[in-house]
């Protein structure tokens, strides 16, 4: 029982590889969670429930329940729970960014310089100690090689480049800012 319920996470963790990035935990009890920000804010998040099925049929012969038939039926397990978690994932995201006013809408134009420029400019970003960027992860919907190939242009680089200089900057006056526990 154990190693299907790896089996259907493992899964449902390529199916939809944001669930394998997130780190989870299951919650018993309650119908939420809150977090409280250092700016004192409070986010609240209502539970939502993921559900999966399958259905045996009872005229199936015993012997026809092989191991490949089990993995087959634990790959739509997880498909059912990769789909149903990454709509939820996405919801939340949206209502997050919405709130905030990060908010980049492309009309349904594909992905371009400009409106990357427009997102990273409107993201908090975060740098090593050595100044250097990290780079936030991207969910591309299908658009992988279309960003990779605006992040590959030199015009894309040079204005990246000028937001990451003023980026880097806020970032350093807000850890200069920071109030230390102690």
């Given at each position: ?8 996470n493992?899964?449902a ?9 997130v ?27 993921v ?11 015993l ?21 149903g978690?990454s ?5 939340e ?6 709130a ?11 992905p371009?310089?400009d409106?990357?420029i427009?997102?990273?400019s ?18 591309t ?18 204005r ?15 850890e200069?800012?920071?109030v230390l526990?102690?």
């Amino acid at each position: 029982m154990e190693d299907n319920f790896l089996t259907v996470n493992m899964l449902a963790a390529q199916m939809s590889p944001m669930l394998g990035m997130v780190s989870h935990n299951i919650q018993f009890e309650g119908a939420g969670h809150a977090i409280e920000r250092h700016d004192d804010t409070v986010s609240e998040t209502a539970m939502t429930t993921v559900t999966a099925e399958l259905t045996f049929s009872m005229d199936m012969p015993l012997d026809d329940f092989t191991p490949a038939e089990l993995l087959r039926r634990l790959g739509e397990l997880a498909e059912q729970k990769a789909r149903g978690t990454s709509k939820y994932f996405y919801a939340e995201i949206n209502k997050a960014t919405e709130a905030v006013g990060n908010v980049v809408d492309g009309g349904g134009q594909p992905p371009s310089e400009d409106l990357l420029i427009d997102a990273y400019s409107r993201m908090e970003h975060t740098f090593d100690a050595d100044g250097r960027w990290k780079p936030p992860t991207l969910f591309t919907g299908g658009n992988a090689q279309l960003i990779n190939d605006i992040h590959a242009s030199a015009s894309f680089q040079r204005r990246l480049g000028d937001v990451l200089r003023q980026k880097r900057d806020d970032y350093r006056r807000r850890e200069a800012d920071r109030v230390l526990a102690g």
